[in-house]
């Protein structure tokens, strides 16, 4: 016969507390709003959004947000403004979370462009 000792108990109630906390992190996943360019003025905002990963969500497709991957955006953002021969932009990314959906931010200071 089998028998489940105390510290099976501990160890069988701990997963079902692991994996009831992971299913509920997989749930709280956010979804992209908005994403917004504020700044360019030369480089066109379209261009700008070409080179991002980062997308808003669409009828067709829900765009989960990765703070990850927006911090790659703001540097790939960065190095086209470079290629464009803007040597001194800054590109600062931020977010505001409103009703479970995320709004995402670019400002981008160009500078002066050199050729």
Do not use: P
């Amino acid at each position: 016969m089998l028998t489940i000792t105390r510290f099976s108990w501990k160890k069988i109630f701990l997963l079902g507390i692991s994996f009831f906390s992971c299913f509920l992190l997989a749930s709280q996943k956010k979804t992209v709003k908005t994403v917004s360019i504020i700044g360019a003025e030369i480089v066109k905002e379209s261009l700008i959004l070409s080179a991002m990963r980062t997308k808003k969500s669409t009828i067709f497709s829900s765009q989960e947000f990765d703070s990850r991957i927006l911090r790659l955006d703001a540097i790939s953002v960065k190095t086209l403004y470079i290629s464009n021969g803007f040597l001194e932009v800054s590109v600062e990314d931020s977010t505001r979370i409103v009703d479970g959906k995320v709004h995402v931010f670019l400002k981008i200071s160009e500078g002066k462009q050199y050729f």
